[in-house]
């Protein structure tokens, strides 16, 4: 794939508090966008707070673009129910990666950078990007959009393919 920086996992932890599109509960399944990229978990039967524990990987070739996060109720003889939908970017969480390279050698559980929730994000409280088991990784809480109510909390990490984001490579624009 030309110029990827890395890959980005996305381990889709749970739903909470998601919104009833049947009668009583909903399907629910997560769709994730990155440009032209679309990946999605399975459906949870039945289920407002949904532990899907799905891991899905994103290849970053344009650190710019947003990561959409669509919820959908599944329906068997209609059209999908939209269940929320939120969105965030990643370059926030590169930056962590370039300081973590730059300093080297950090202690298990060292907060790299810290991001909180304002109006201009879909965080629903505080996100921190931690040094964890030699990798950078950052925890999130997004509060779902055009919707009622419902969070996803998702688990970001970076797998770095090419060197881009070490010291010895060239500037990437962010």
């Not at 209609?78 to 990643?90: E, L, Q, Y």
Request: glycine residues 6%; contains cysteine.
């Amino acid at each position: 794939m030309e110029n990827m920086l890395g890959l980005l996992r996305l381990h889709v932890i749970r739903g909470v508090n998601l919104a009833i599109r049947d009668s009583q509960s909903s399907d629910p399944y997560v769709i994730v966008r990155m440009g032209k990229q679309k990946l999605r978990t399975r459906v949870m039967k039945k289920n407002l707070n949904t532990e899907w524990n799905e891991d899905l990987t994103l290849s970053v070739t344009d650190p710019t673009l947003p990561v959409k996060i669509m919820v959908y109720d599944r329906d068997r003889f209609s059209r999908d129910d939209k269940m929320g939908d939120a969105i965030f970017h990643i370059d926030p969480f590169l930056e962590a990666i370039r300081i973590q390279n730059q300093l080297g050698g950090l202690p298990e559980g060292t907060v790299i950078m810290k991001i909180q929730a304002s109006r201009q994000n879909c965080l629903s409280e505080e996100s921190k990007i931690v040094w964890h088991k030699g990798k950078i990784v950052q925890n999130m809480f997004l509060k779902l959009q055009n919707v009622e109510r419902g969070e996803i909390e998702l688990q970001l990490e970076w797998i770095d393919v090419s060197g881009a984001l070490t010291d010895d490579a060239e500037d990437v624009a962010f």
